[in-house]
């Protein structure tokens, strides 16, 4: 959500910076256009950077009957990547 919503505040950004030929006499519309581009390129880093940083970690589980007492038992491993170790 954050990087679409980065992508859209940028594409309004650069209509109010380049596409829009009016002038308001109390807000320099160029000005809020350049303002929002930057804005909208910062969320969309933010976003990125977020997405790339979340945790991931696999699951194994197993049940196997114990030939001795016939009972099942079951083993879970959790794993993290190498770089969370």
């Known amino acids: 959500m954050t990087i679409g919503f980065g992508i859209f505040i940028f594409v309004v950004g650069a209509i109010m910076a380049f596409a829009l030929n009016f002038e308001v006499d109390w807000i320099d519309l160029q000005l ?45 491993e959790t794993q993290l990547p190498n770089d969370q170790l």
């Open 32 to 76: 809020v256009g350049y303002i929002l581009m930057g804005a909208g390129f910062l969320m969309f880093a933010i976003g990125l950077a977020v997405m790339f940083s979340r945790r991931s970690s696999s699951t194994v589980s197993s049940t196997q009957i114990d030939p001795a007492s016939g009972a099942r038992v079951t083993r879970t």
